[in-house]
């Protein structure tokens, strides 16, 4: 039942509170598009740090935005959406509002008829420091889920000789793909490609990440290095497993941005 305030009109969802708010919207929408650190964010919504954090931190309480320190400096964290609970929330606020506004999000897709006419598929680039576990699990995902309908690679600043066995395994086990005999590559074999998107898994390979031609849409997914868990996280297995299922997350939002017309996707 929707709790009713005292004119016996329905409760204003706590969702809708908390998004309602021209400051909030646009720092979602900013963090809809790359995971961010709050000097960006403060550059792009040209307000206060002060007043940036704070909302920030309505955002974080309210479980839409999460923080993870950076990698590369770890005096930096880096925000992200939560994309999930902001759908969730969505759903629940048009649910209350009527049923018939109860949101059933279509299954993400990539095919050839997904491409206008005259349009070629877009071409991803996923980038790590080693190319041995995040920005190849990433490539194999997004490969999978689009049935390899769109071109997709992936490259290291500082390849490894060989891809980690845990993130072999993980694919293999979880998600029925087969990437042994791929080997990790250096992001300068691929100079004079062009690619549409460039997502960077990686705080350290962000900085260092090199231009492409045709200035492509630069990504960015704060998400730690499986292969060097901290101390507080067990080792091994499991952590590659929740690697690859945020990876994962991230593939299945991330098809909606690239089944859009070109003109209609930030640059």
């Not at 992200?80 to 606020?93: K, T, W």
């Not at 250096?186 to 898994?201: E, N, P």
């Amino acid at each position: 039942m929707q709790s009713m305030t005292l004119s016996g009109q329905a409760a204003l969802p706590p969702f809708i509170g908390l998004v309602a708010h021209a400051m909030r919207w646009r720092l979602l929408s900013e963090l809809a598009r790359s995971d961010l650190r709050v000097r960006e964010l403060v550059a792009l919504v040209d307000q206060p740090q002060n007043l940036v954090s704070y909302h920030l931190r309505l955002l974080r309480s309210g479980g839409l935005v999460t923080a993870r320190r950076s990698s590369f400096d770890g005096r930096d964290s880096y925000y992200h959406l939560h994309l999930e609970r902001l759908g969730d929330g969505l759903a629940a606020a048009g649910t209350a509002l009527h049923p018939a506004l109860s949101l059933v999000p279509a299954p993400p897709s990539i095919a050839p008829e997904d491409t206008a006419a005259g349009d070629t598929a877009p071409s991803v680039l996923f980038a790590c420091t080693g190319n041995s576990a995040r920005s190849p699990i990433a490539e194999a995902l997004l490969r999978h889920h689009t049935s390899g309908h769109i071109e997709v690679t992936s490259a290291g600043s500082h390849p490894k000789p060989q891809l980690h066995p845990d993130a072999v395994r993980v694919l293999r086990e979880q998600y029925d793909i087969d990437i042994a005999d791929q080997r990790p590559r250096h992001l300068d074999t691929l100079a004079g490609r062009r690619f549409d998107y460039v997502i960077s898994l990686c705080d350290k390979v962000r900085e260092v990440c090199p231009d492409f031609d045709e200035h492509p849409r630069r990504i960015h997914w704060s998400i730690p290095d499986p292969a060097t868990a901290p101390d507080t996280e067990p080792a091994g297995h499991p952590i590659f497993t929740r690697t690859a299922a945020e990876i994962d997350t991230r593939i299945h939002h991330l098809l909606s941005q690239l089944a859009q017309p070109a003109p209609e996707v930030r640059p």
